[in-house]
C-alpha cells in the first residue's frame, strides 16, 4: 500500500473483523439444547452463509456513532454488545424470510446460496417451524438475559425490528409483491413494494445500529436513514439488473427467475440501462446523505464501503 | 345472589371487561394501512375468536401482583397498559401459531373454531406471511413508541415472550411433536413435548403479567410460574380427553383427529379416566401453587377462576 493511503479504511479487514465477531455470536445463539431437526433447520439458514449485508450495516452504523467494537474490549462495552446483537437478530429476521420465502407457497424455490433449500433439505413443515423460530431467535439477541446492554437500548431496538419485519415492513412488501404479480405497475408502486419488501429491513439495519449506544441526535439519525433508504432500494434495483446480467452460478440462486415469473421489476420497466444509471443516482444520493449527517469521513468510512459494496457487487 | 356471595369473585364480569380491553387493543393494532389481503388475514386470524384464555391469565396475573385494570383509570398507567399489551401480544403470538399449525405441510387443517382456516379462506402464501406478520405484530406491542410503559418492563417482557415462543419453548415443541408422530412416547416425554408445545405459552403469560408492573419477588414470581406450568400441562391433559369426548361441532375444529394421525396422547397412554384424574391432579397443584404465592385469595381469585375454567371446559 502507498504512503498516501496509509491512513485510508481498510474495508476487507473491517469486515472480516466484523463478520467473525457476527458468526461467533450467532453460533452461541442456537444452542445444543435445540431438537435436533429443528437445530439444525435454524443452523442449516443461518450459518456460514450469505453477504451479511445488514449485519455490516448495522455494525457499520453502530461504527459511525461512536460505538467502539474492537474485539479486545468488546465484552465489557454494553453498546458494542448490543450493536453485536442487533447485527445478529437482523440477519435471523433476513434468513427467516428467505426460509418462508422459498416454500412452495410462495417462490418454491429449490436453490439458495448454491445449495438445497430449507424445505427441500429439511421438509416444509421443518422450514415453517424453523423460520418461525429464528424470528423469536431474533429479539432474543436483542434482550439478553444478562443485563449486558441496557434496557432502554433493547427496547428502541425491539421497536424497531418488529416494525420494520411486520406488517408495515417486509411482510407487507411480500404482500404487495404477491398481489402484484402479472399486474403493470408504475414507478412508484414498484419502489412502494421494494421501500417496503427489502428496504424496510436494510434502513432498519442501520437504525439498529445507530441507537445501539443510545438514541443519538436527530439530525444524525435522519441522515443515516435516508443513507439506509436509498441504498435499500439501489440494493433492490441492482438485484433486478442481476436477475437479467448474472448467470445461476454466479447467483447462487435462480437466474431469469422474475422475468420468468412475469413478477414487474426496474428492469422490465426501465429497461437494462436506465435501471443501470437509477441504480447509481441512489448510490449518490446515499453518499449525499451521510454527508447531511454531520459526521466525519472517517466515522462513516464503513458506511461508504458499504454502500459501495452495494452497487458494485456481481451476485 | 346470596348475601353470603356478594363478596365473590365476579368472574364473568371481571373477563368481560378484561376481553373487551384486549378486543380494543387487538383491533387498534392493524391498522387500516395494511396491505388489503394481509391485513384481512390477520384481522381474520385474531379478531372475534378464541377463548382468549392466554390474554386472560396475562390479566389475572397482573392483577394479582396489584395491577389496576379498571377501564376508567388504565390508560394513566404504566403497568396497565403493559399488562394489556401482553395480553394482546401472547394472543397473537398463539394465533399466528394456529394459522401455521393449521398449514397443508403442518396438520392440514380446514377447520378452526368453526371457521375456514386461515390458508383455506385466503390461500397458502398469504397465510404463512400472516403468520409472519403476527408474530412481529406481537413485539411491537410490547414495545409502543409513545412512552407509555416503562422500558424496563418492555425489554423483560419481549425477553420472555421471543424465549417462550422460539426454539427452547413453543417451537421446540411442534419440532418434538412433528418427529414423535407414530412413536411410542412415555409419559416423560409427552410431558417434556407439551411443557415446550403449549405450555412454554401459558406459563409465559402468566409470567408477563407478573412483571408487568416491574420484577415482583422471586416467591411471587416462581408461585406464579409453577401455577401456570402446571396448570398448561392440565390444559393439554384436557385437550387430549375432549379430542376423544366432544365432537367437531362443539370443539369448532376436528375431533378425533390425534387418534387418527396416531399422535400420542394423555388418553392414548393412560387411558380415558386416568387422563381424566391427571387433569384433577395438575388443578389441584396449581391451587397448591398460588397459596405458596404468599398472595391473598383476593388477589388470585381471578387465577383461580381461570384455572377451573381450564379444567371444566367442554371445547
Known amino acids: 500500500m502507498s504512503e498516501q493511503f496509509s491512513n485510508a479504511f481498510n474495508f476487507k479487514e473491517w469486515s472480516e473483523e466484523r463478520l467473525a465477531q457476527v458468526e461467533q455470536a450467532l453460533k452461541q445463539g442456537i444452542d445444543a439444547q435445540a431438537p435436533a431437526g429443528l437445530g439444525n433447520a435454524m443452523r442449516y439458514s443461518v450459518l456460514d452463509g450469505g453477504k451479511r449485508l445488514r449485519p455490516l ?8 456513532v461512536g460505538v467502539d467494537l474492537e474485539a479486545a474490549t468488546v465484552s465489557d462495552q454494553p453498546s458494542a454488545l448490543a450493536a453485536i446483537h442487533a447485527a445478529c437478530a437482523v440477519e435471523l429476521i ?22 438445497p433449500t430449507v ?16 424470528q423469536a431467535l431474533a429479539f432474543e439477541f436483542l434482550t439478553p438475559q444478562d443485563a449486558s446492554t441496557e434496557v432502554s437500548v433493547q427496547a428502541a431496538q425491539v421497536g424497531l425490528l418488529a416494525r420494520a419485519a411486520g406488517y408495515e415492513g417486509m411482510c407487507g412488501g411480500q404482500a404487495i409483491d404477491l398481489a402484484s404479480v402479472g399486474l403493470p405497475l408504475n414507478e412508484a408502486q414498484l419502489r412502494q413494494m421494494h421501500l417496503l419488501k427489502t428496504g424496510a429491513l436494510l434502513r432498519c439495519s442501520v437504525q439498529l445500529g445507530a441507537v445501539s449506544a443510545g438514541k443519538p441526535n436527530t439530525q444524525v439519525f435522519e441522515a443515516l436513514s435516508n443513507f439506509a433508504q436509498a441504498l435499500g432500494l439501489a440494493f433492490q434495483v441492482v438485484d433486478d439488473v442481476l436477475d437479467v446480467t448474472a448467470d445461476s452460478a454466479t447467483l447462487g440462486k435462480t437466474a431469469g427467475k422474475d422475468a420468468a415469473s412475469d ?49 458494485q457487487r456481481k451476485n
Open 57 to 64: 450495516l448495522v455494525l457499520a452504523a453502530a461504527q459511525a
Open 94 to 115: 433476513h434468513a427467516y424470510s428467505l426460509v418462508h420465502d422459498d416454500m412452495p407457497c410462495m417462490d418454491n424455490d429449490v436453490l439458495r446460496r448454491g445449495k
Open 119 to 134: 424445505h427441500v433439505k429439511y421438509g416444509e413443515a421443518q422450514a415453517l417451524l424453523a423460520g418461525d423460530a429464528l
Open 263 to 311: 413478477k414487474p421489476t426496474y428492469v422490465s420497466l426501465l429497461g437494462l440501462t436506465e435501471a443501470q444509471k437509477f441504480a447509481e443516482k441512489l448510490y449518490a444520493e446515499s453518499l449525499a446523505a451521510l454527508d447531511a449527517s454531520g459526521l466525519s469521513a472517517n466515522a462513516t468510512a464503513a458506511l461508504r464501503a458499504l454502500a459501495s459494496q452495494v452497487v
